[in-house]
């Protein structure tokens, strides 16, 4: 190589080394903002009576954000609830029972699912779903169980996808050895291919989790947003997100930090369920 | 091959020329444009669109850019000045009062519920109960046996500012209620549950949603007028000192006859 | 009494059936949906004229013009970045706890959720960096969120080249960054572009962080400073503030079509490689 090839190839490492160190700065520049507004407000406060407090009145200088992690965790169980079971059993049927037409049908099918906005799924449960448990189950419709079904709808693509990875990649063996032991398909299923995808699926369930927590706008327009711990799933309820989501543009001074602290509190949450599943995946990797 | 990945970006770049090109010729030449942005109050946008828009056809050379985000937010992006103008539907705190305000209408705040709820009429405290989550049921009230569901403005809100001072008078309003990030998210509660209470702008009343009258004195324009009823907000335009000369030409069209027509028309009270 | 184990199995067929065509269905039903309820306000007015009324009538043009300025302008800054990030790590550098420390960046990127972009976007670029709600800042906003998604599917893509190719390239002299864009990045340009389109569904999808960075201006902003709005934006807008059910449908169908349409593309661009490697 002449002096200058090597000139320019020592440029080129250079740039590309600055371009993967920019991930790092903005995962850094985010961190560090996110903190710096949200931390004070946990001195000033008390880290105590911000998580454990039940009362958010911020323009009084309460900025308990209790009852809204309950409703995060609430809602995203009522969603793993709704989507979880038909989801798995989506993936099983993909992977195991249908043929090559329905796995045609089914994928793109998927693949829109996941791609529509979720501010239309918003809006028709606003339209549908919330009417439905209002006539049928009372309450005013904007509560726990209108947004744990469309939560739970909007999960489906990402637990069907990765359950179905996770099933799909069972070896072909395991099925055959257990059909030539006299066992049934469902047997076989349940007993045998289920448990060997076991952390590919907990790993598809702790990301459908994670996106469930970190859903904003679907939940805004359907949960009711009231402040107090739900009692009932007929209850309105407000998260963590719809919480940043409602008030941020009106906040300002010690009213704007709570909303940064929830973000902080958010942010460790849904970063422990990122790196759970990606625990789950790689130990799935390693089997 | 390498050949596609750079006619991919000459695409985007045509594309993106092309459109910003296209969006030129509707405006005509930028450096004649005057432009003026406004932000604050989702009470008072609305409004101000519409006084915008009107204004715009007389004088095609002027776009006026309108944003929500809140009273507060409009106050704070005058203060920083990244605004020209900001909207407020509550009045300023002590420590806004550096800035320049000009009161282009009243707005009355009417406590609405759904068109098939038999209620007409309630008294200040009835209403004070209900938001503070003493009453939770209709029938308490003379209708059927049914949950209440109320509805409210979020914390910062200046449409929940002034119920608060108007109406709750120092009482908290229950945990327990919904809370919608807009007049219009409330009315569209209102308009669609049989059983739902909130507060909203007096401009947005409608067919859609009752508005119920206090202690026997209905929302109406002229009762805001004489005084008679009493739950009524100014909307304010702010500015960062005194208005530049293109600004005030606006503000000055907004508190003109013209303009003043416009919001009663609205539903608004001038103040002529 | 004990039920045969052959019956089980039936039912386990049938209810896992039922199941998968509920799931198709509830598709179903929301594509149908949008589309008849929306289908008939759409003509070309509508998709050409600018929005009166604050939406109630008119068209949407000035949304749609602002989620293509936005889509278009991040894909621009995201894609040399992630390129080259993803050219780094595959080609330019060993497996070693440097290369790990950015996979870590990269991964914690991709889980941070849309409304701590939207808080961050907020804080650093609207109101610290002085941008203000402006088309720039959620340029730059949504530069970094789609960020990880095209690191990870150029890196897939780059590794799916064969060794061989790039064996050959050095042989015959070519120093590594002719071999990177002459061989590899040539021959890897669908895998990479499948994650721009999915990039760009994700930008036009988005809501959360959009509103809070480039605002929700009615007019169609003609410099990086103005702000506008995107049709998710507007379809969110017009949707909770009641203010139009049939324009609310018409931007949702709008919405849906292009990103099914950029899917579509993108699903078109992946079988293209799967076509030309088996």
């Known amino acids: 190589m002449t002096v200058t090839a090597l000139k320019k190839e020592q440029f080129v490492k250079f740039v590309l080394t600055v371009f993967a160190l920019s991930s790092l700065l903005f995962l850094f520049l985010i961190f560090a903002f996110i903190l710096i507004e949200g931390l004070p407000l946990f001195h000033k406060a008390g880290l105590k009576n911000i998580i454990f407090g039940l009362k958010w009145a911020p323009t009084k200088g309460l900025f308990g954000i209790f009852p809204m992690i309950i409703s995060s965790f609430l809602v995203t169980f009522g969603a793993l609830l709704i989507g979880g079971p038909m989801g798995l059993s989506c993936a099983v049927y993909l992977s195991e029972y249908s043929g090559k037409k329905m796995k045609m049908l089914l994928k793109p099918a998927l693949e829109l699912l996941a791609g529509i906005p979720s501010v239309v799924y918003g809006f028709l449960g606003v339209i549908y779903i919330v009417p439905l448990v209002r006539n049928f189950l009372g309450g005013s419709g904007f509560s726990l169980l209108a947004t744990s079904i469309i939560l739970g709808i909007m999960i489906l693509p990402t637990i069907i996808s990765i359950s179905f990875d996770s099933i799909a990649s069972v070896p072909k063996s395991f099925r055959e050895g257990s059909l030539a032991m006299g066992a049934t398909k469902w047997q076989t299923l349940y007993k045998v291919v289920i448990p060997a995808a076991k952390s590919g699926i907990m790993a598809g369930f702790i990301l459908g989790m994670g996106r469930a927590i970190g859903e904003t706008m679907a939940v805004i327009m359907i949960a009711g947003n009231a402040l107090k711990i739900p009692t009932g799933i007929l209850d309105p309820l407000r998260t963590l997100t719809g919480n940043i989501a409602l008030e941020l543009a009106y906040a300002t001074g ?8 929830t973000g902080v509190v958010l942010l460790v949450i849904i970063m422990a369920l990122n790196y759970i599943a990606n625990f789950w995946i790689k130990k799935k990797r390693l089997n | 091959m390498i050949q596609m990945t750079r006619l991919f970006y000459i695409f985007i770049f045509l594309v993106t020329m092309t459109a910003i090109s296209c969006s030129r010729e509707g405006t005509g030449d930028k450096d004649d444009a005057s432009t003026i942005t406004i932000a604050g109050s989702t009470s008072v946008m609305p409004f101000t669109e519409k006084l915008a828009e009107y204004f715009m056809l007389d004088h095609p050379d002027f776009v006026i850019n309108v944003q929500g985000g809140g009273s507060t ?7 920083n000045r990244t605004v020209d103008i900001g909207m407020s539907s509550r009045n300023l705190k002590d420590d806004e009062k550096t800035l320049n305000t000009i009161t282009i209408c009243n707005d009355g705040i009417a406590i609405v519920v759904h068109p098939n709820n038999t209620i007409n009429n309630l008294t200040l405290e009835q209403i004070r109960d209900i938001f503070n989550g003493r009453i939770k049921n209709w029938k308490d009230l003379g209708w059927i046996d049914r949950r209440i569901d109320a509805v409210t403005r979020e914390e910062g809100s200046g449409t929940r500012g002034s119920f608060e001072e108007l109406v709750m008078n120092k009482m908290e309003i229950d945990d327990g209620i919904m809370v919608q990030d807009s007049n219009g998210s409330v009315k569209e509660i209102i308009a669609t549950d049989p059983y739902a209470i909130g507060y909203i702008s007096l401009g947005l009343l409608d067919k859609r949603v009752k508005g119920l009258a206090i202690d026997g004195i209905a929302p109406t324009v002229e009762n805001i007028k004489n005084g008679s009823y009493l739950i009524v907000r100014p909307f304010l335009f702010i500015t960062n000192g005194t208005p530049g000369e293109k600004v005030r030409l606006f503000i000055d069209y907004v508190l003109s006859n013209d303009g003043q027509t416009i919001l009663k028309k609205e539903g608004l009270i001038d103040i002529m | 009494m004990r039920i045969k184990p052959g019956n089980i199995d039936k039912l386990a067929r049938i209810g896992f059936n039922i199941l998968s065509f509920f799931t198709v269905g509830i598709l179903v039903v929301i594509i149908s949906i949008i589309c008849v309820k929306g289908f008939s306000n759409i003509n070309l007015e509508f998709i050409f004229s600018s929005p009166e009324d604050m939406g109630r009538h008119g068209g949407i043009f000035p949304s749609i013009m602002g989620t293509i300025f936005l889509a278009a302008l991040s894909i621009i800054f995201a894609t040399p970045l992630g390129l080259g990030t993803a050219i780094f790590l595959t080609e330019y550098t060993k497996e070693s706890v440097f290369t790990k420390i950015i996979r870590f960046g990269v991964e914690s990127l991709a889980g941070i959720p849309s409304i701590i972009y939207g808080l961050f976007g907020f804080i650093f670029f609207v109101i610290k960096l002085g941008m203000g709600w402006s088309l720039l800042s ?86 990086l400073m103005e702000s506008g709005r995107t049709m998710a934006v507007h379809f969110y807008i017009l949707a909770r503030e009641g203010i139009s059910m049939d324009k609310a449908y018409a931007t949702a169908l709008v919405l849906v079509l292009s990103i099914t349409a950029i899917n579509i593309l993108a699903y078109y661009i992946m079988n293209k490689v799967v076509s030309r490697y088996s």
């Open chain 1, 254 to 261: 010690d009213h704007r930090q709570g909303l940064f602290s």
């Open chain 3, 138 to 223: 959620g340029v730059l906003t949504m530069t970094i969120m789609i960020l990880p998604t095209i690191i990870r599917t150029s890196e897939e893509a780059i590794k799916a080249v064969p060794k061989n190719l790039r064996i050959v390239s050095y042989s015959l002299g070519a120093t590594r960054w002719e071999t990177v864009t002459k061989v590899v990045l040539t021959s890897a340009v669908p895998g990479i572009l499948t994650g721009i389109m999915l990039s760009i569904g994700r930008v036009v999808g988005e809501t959360a962080a959009v509103i809070f960075t480039m605002g929700s201006s009615l007019r169609l902003p003609t410099s």
């Open chain 2, 73 to 79: 937010a409009g106050v704070q992006a005058c203060l």
